[in-house]
């Protein structure tokens, strides 16, 4: 950053007062007049037909106000990605004639209070007629398995084939390894559940709708039509958000049954998830199975790679069926891979439906290709971290389209190996993992090294809303299209104006996730918010500026060339007391009277910024494990990141996201995993059951950067927000598996459980 700067430097978060003293409102803090409550009844059956529905009881019951099913609350079916995903698999709101998943909504119930709701739906019978369950992608597209849409006829929801079809991808290759896992199922959850609240009357006798959400422009986008509004008459607002990762950038039906339950009783209607409804009602992530085939010379050189995809996109399919789309595109990962065969197919399951969760697509891709890697050394004898070393594509090889269609921007890959290895203390940790298997130790050493490169700002993402105010009281408002839920947004922003304009960070007002205040936006996911809104907001400031200074060359008689920024405002240059405050300038662009005859009112500039292609952030982990070989325990002894996110605005805020990615990933490795059983029951719907762990399964990650700027956008930036999940995966299922490769494990599927541990060692011949 330039000399003198606040950009590079660490600053404190503006939004951490708000978040730590609980002065924040969320959607659930709200109170309004009239509030009525929202409950749903909810299948407890995976897939069944529909006999009967009976709501007489309920309907009876105190504080009730409505019961809703599909015949008396009449909603068009939620389509999953048109044009993509077949019209058949849309959603009815209410099912209509058939459940297809445990948590399909069947009824929904209004009424006085929460508790009333709650209370009238254990009063609705419904008669089900069971059918057989799928919840495996693979099984689902067997010919015999059963079909969740009658009309599609089979539960195919995407199928792709991405060039290039290199058939003989292996051939020449000295040895050939193959590697089957399964990247699996994850549940959100982010701290504060999903939920709803609409208010009906305004604007334009429309509706305010109010929910934690990611993307509320989309929402309205989607929600509007579902309800027959115009745009313009669905306001839609996200207030403070607890916690993101992807599945609060959906649009859930559950808002369009608020929404038209608002609406048709004139009154405001709220919907509050339950954790346990969280489970499996807020989408998941994941649930890719992959295979394939490595082909490397003895020297380590990869001569061709093989990979197919099955995923599971749940009852109905979504976004989710299009995200191996991603996983093909960065198949090729860092490395120089002459030849590629890839395959995918998506299917609709009997589970909660998959949608976009911290790197949606990208993890799978460097989960299997870093898996395979490590196989490969093994196979020849080669040293994991050198395997890398001979493959990276140079830095002079970009901008860089690769085999599999992924526009590469910069990278210099082998730079984050480097310091990955010295911070790590390798080669000392190879000795130290010699000496324990030496000893006979039954706690053994694995030491998992992965690089990754990932897209941020992927497919149809780069573009972004941005605005800047300067007001006649000194200070500035920006305006975003992106919607923060904890990533330190006001702050970034805030840096990029003050640096631009002078103005202090404390007089710049953050405004954003609300329809009414900001004209557009494509919301917060992809890691895109600082390379897309940031770069809107800085170009936006650099414009405010330029008009500024042709103002004050105007009221000062000067040379513009001579105006440059000054204590509070600008002045001449060498003349200090011939200045004007940012006030005083603000004042005078409204004044017809004061400003020059050609220049539009306002000291204002607003953009949509396009940087016209994706980024591609990269890096090394190292992470090292001690595995109990007698009991199956993992203890994750030290993680080492670097990781290049581009040119760094504000270390703190990079450091604390990668903190926050390093442990979801490291969640996936060894802990988090949706399990269903053999009809389609959830068996991991409480956090009674599914591992989530907290930072006292963890140790103190060590994260180090460098920095590649991003020809792409002025800033330089690149996309941080999932690099630490991408790379951490990967690098500790490796060190799982180095811990007992000396025994003749070749691979243990995620979680890594004690369990499956366990059980590998004692089906393991050694080597």
Known sequence: MASGS???????????????????????????????????????????????????????????????????????PMPGMPGVIPDEMSRPPL??????????????????????????????????????????????????????????????????????????????ADAVVDLEMHSQRLAGVPMENNGILAVPGEPDGGITVYAPMQAPHAVQGGLAPMLGLEPDQCRVVAPWVGGGFGPKAAMYVEYVIAGAAALRLGRPVKWTEARSEDMVSLVHGRDLHLSGQLGVKNDGKITGLKINVVAGAGAYPAIGAFLPQLTLMMSQGVYDIPKIHGTAASAATNNTPVAAYRGAGRPEATQFLERILDIAA??????????????????????????????????????????????????????????????????????????????????????????????????????VGTSAHGQGHDTAFSMLVSDMLGIPMDKIRHIQSDTAEVPQGAGTMGSRSLQTAGSAVHVASENVLEKAKVLAAHLLEANVDDIEKGDGGLQVAGVPAKSLSWGELAAAANDDAKRPADMEAGLQHELVFDEGDSTFPFGTHVAVVEVDTETGEVELVRHVAVDDCGRILNPMLVTGQQHGG???????????????????????????????????????????????????????AKGIGESGTIGSTPAIHNAVVDALSHLGVRHVEMPATPMRIWEAVGAAQPA
């Open 662 to 716: 390093i442990a979801q990933g490291a969640a996936q490795a060894l802990y988090e995993g949706m399990q269903y059983d053999e009809d389609g029951n959830p068996v991991t719907a409480t956090l009674m059951d599914y591992l989530m762990p907290s930072a006292a399964e963890f140790p103190s990650f060590e994260t180090y950067n460098t920095e590649t700027d991003s020809p792409r956008n002025p800033l330089g």
């Open 378 to 479: 093994d196979e020849i004898g080669m040293d994991p971290a050198e395997i890398r070393r001979v493959n990276y594509l140079p830095p002079e090889a970009f901008p860089l389209t690769t085999k599999t269609g992924a526009n590469y921007d910069s990278g210099e890959y082998e730079k984050t190996l480097d310091a990955a290895i010295e911070h790590s203390g390798y080669a000392q940790l190879r000795q130290d993992q010699e000496a324990r298997r030496a000893s006979g130790d039954a706690k053994q050493i694995g030491i998992g090294v992965a690089s990754y490169v990932e897209v941020t700002a992927p497919i149809g993402l780069h573009a972004e809303f941005g605005s800047v105010e300067v007001h006649e009281d000194g200070s500035a408002s920006m305006r």
């Open 6 to 76: 606040i950009l590079g430097n660490s600053v404190k978060r503006k939004d951490d007062p708000v978040l730590v003293t609980g002065a924040g409102e969320y959607f659930d803090d709200m109170a309004v007049d009239g509030l009525s409550h929202l409950h749903f009844v909810r299948s407890t059956v995976a897939h069944a037909n529909i006999e009967s529905i009976d709501t007489a009881d309920a309907e009876a019951m105190p504080g009730v106000i409505a019961v809703y099913t599909a015949d008396t609350l009449e909603l068009a």
């Open 95 to 172: 099912a209509r004639g058939k459940v297809r998943l445990v948590g399909d909504i069947v009824a929904a119930i209004v009424a006085e209070t929460k508790e009333q709701a709650v209370d009238a739906a254990e009063q609705v019978i419904i008669d089900y007629d069971f059918l057989p369950a799928v919840t495996d992608a693979r099984a689902a597209l067997a010919d015999d398995a059963p079909v969740l849409f009658e009309a599609h006829g089979s539960n195919i929801a995407f199928n792709m084939f991405q060039a290039p079809q290199d058939e003989d991808a292996l051939e020449g």
